[in-house]
């Protein structure tokens, strides 16, 4: 049974920073593209940052470029995103994904920057 399952979203204060985990189960991890969307209180789901299966190469939307930071690792089957210097803009739904031959897709997680 797959399974990504994320977690480490909250409240945070403007200017703070949140570590979220997508713990992933029920498929090859490794050989899989893993990405982070989100998607805002009445606004469409974006792609936020992504990172490849192999070699770590990493591309992030230029709304989060030097704030994020994607990273995987393949033994733990666990991708993170480090969120640095975070403004309410960020205030979102976050999810996992998971994309090869399938594409698979996390509950999500919740992330409130507010004073």
């Known amino acids: 049974q797959v399974q990504l399952v994320e977690s480490g979203g909250g409240l945070v204060q403007p200017g703070g920073s949140l570590r979220l985990s997508c713990a992933a189960s029920?498929?090859?991890?490794?050989?899989?593209?893993m990405r982070w969307y989100r998607q805002a209180p009445g606004k469409e789901r974006e792609l936020v940052a992504g990172?490849?299966?192999?070699?770590?190469?990493?591309n992030y939307a230029d709304f989060v470029k030097g704030r994020f930071t994607i990273s995987r690792d393949n033994a733990e089957n666990t991708v993170y995103l480090q969120m640095n210097s975070l403004k309410p803009d960020d205030t979102a739904v976050y999810y996992c994904?998971?994309?090869?031959?399938?594409?698979?897709w996390g509950k999500g997680t919740l992330v409130t920057v507010s004073s």
């Open positions: 994904n998971a994309i090869r031959y399938m594409d698979y």
């Open positions: 029920g498929f090859r991890f490794s050989t899989y593209v």
């Open positions: 990172i490849a299966s192999i070699g770590g190469s990493t």
